[in-house]
Nanobody, 113 residues
Framework: QVQLVESGGGLVQAGGSLRLSCAVS????????MGWYRQAPGKQRELVAD?????TTYYADSVKGRFTISRDGGTVYLQMNNLKLEDTAVYYCKAQASIYDYWGQGTQVTVSS
């Protein structure tokens, strides 16, 4: 059974940094895109950044220049710098393999003033 195991969330002051990690547990075939989404209270889940197996990256405009996504095989990282209050959300990891999408359980990121 495939699971995505996330870690690295927490409480940080505005301007600070956090690094999220997400590792695939179990056998997964044709792993392609891995990415990070977030959902703030009362808002829809949104794509933050993703990275293909060929290392092509995408970033939402709101995080460009502050967040960096990277990948090592079946583990994906999100380095978040210069965090802002509006970055507060539950962050979810997603892995796309063939026609299947797998989601992590979510990790809370809270940015305080």
């Amino acid at each position: 059974q495939v699971q995505l195991v996330e870690s690295g969330g927490g409480l940080v002051q505005a301007g600070g940094s956090l690094r999220l990690s997400c590792a695939v547990s179990g056998r997964i075939f044709s792993l392609n895109v891995m990415g990070w989404y977030r959902q703030a209270p009362g808002k829809q889940r949104e794509l933050v950044a993703d990275i293909t197996s060929g290392s092509t990256t995408y970033y939402a405009d709101s995080v460009k220049g502050r967040f960096t996504i990277s990948r090592d095989g079946g583990t994906v990282y999100l380095q978040m710098n210069n965090l802002k209050l509006e970055d507060t959300a539950v962050y979810y990891c997603k892995a796309q393999a063939s026609i299947y999408d797998y989601w992590g359980q979510g990790t809370q990121v809270t940015v305080s003033s």
